[in-house]
């Protein structure tokens, strides 16, 4: 099983909204991340979470807020948003042994966020 | 740093012929780790391969080759007889030997498989 579950799969939100990007995957990955991705662009990273603990920040604005509850769930808190900031937003686990075995990460469907 | 760079923003070719996908890398690490991921137009990225740095052995999956060559920091991806299916935005990455380090994508190519 090498599933990531990203919820909602669309959300269209005001700029003074609060809202929350939802991860999940139960493969016992050990690292967690966060990208954006534009339109015809490459995913960019935004946060890495390791061992349930923020371990890269790629100087994202405050108003993104990552949050890692347990091993297993990775949450992006969003508020006070623009309409710049509307893009798809991709959830990532890899396993992260020695050797390079499970360096490879896996991506969710992603939740295509609109900010009106 | 990293970097990782696709020169071929697109292709198109007909379906059934032969298509090789450019990946250059830089970086400064002496253990890295190189990737094939494909996006379809649903969004999903779809891990393709993982290549070691200290392991410069071709692999053959299928129709899906790839050609990792230390000698000139490329890690080539070649798909034989293209089929529609393979239509797809093709991403080539990388990340150093650290846990839960950086994976940088390069830029992407666009393959359209025409029938």
């Known amino acids: 099983d090498t599933e990531v579950t990203q919820t909602p799969k669309h959300l269209v939100m005001g700029m003074t909204n609060k809202k929350s990007l939802k991860c999940e995957q139960h493969m016992g990955h050990r690292a967690m991340y966060w990208y954006k991705q534009k339109a015809k662009k490459p995913p960019e990273l935004m946060f890495v979470?390791?061992?349930?603990?923020?371990?890269i920040n790629e100087s994202v604005p405050s108003r993104f807020s990552p949050e890692c509850p347990n091993s297993s769930l990775l949450n992006l808190h969003l508020h006070a948003l623009q309409p710049e900031d509307s893009a798809l937003y991709l959830c990532?686990?890899?396993?992260?042994?020695?050797?390079?075995?499970?360096?490879?990460?896996?991506f969710g469907q992603g939740t295509r966020l609109t900010v009106v | 740093a990293q970097k990782v760079t696709q020169a071929q923003t697109e292709i198109s070719v007909v379906e059934k012929e032969d298509v090789t996908l450019d990946c250059v890398y830089e970086?400064?690490?002496?253990?890295?780790?190189l990737f094939w991921y494909k996006q379809p137009p649903s969004g999903e990225l779809v891990f393709l391969i993982r290549?070691?740095?200290?392991?410069?052995q071709n692999e053959i999956s299928g129709r899906y080759s790839w050609n990792f060559q230390k000698s000139t920091s490329s890690f080539n991806f070649t798909i034989t007889a293209s089929q529609v299916v393979d239509s797809a935005v093709y991403f080539c990455a990388s990340r150093g030997g650290s846990s839960a380090s950086k994976i940088i994508f390069g830029s992407g190519t666009r393959l359209s498989i025409r029938p």
């Open positions: 979470y390791s061992y349930e603990k923020l371990s």
């Open positions: 970086t400064r690490d002496t253990t890295y780790y």
């Open positions: 990532a686990s890899s396993q992260d042994q020695a050797e390079g075995i499970g360096a490879e990460a896996f």
């Open positions: 290549r070691n740095s200290f392991d410069e």
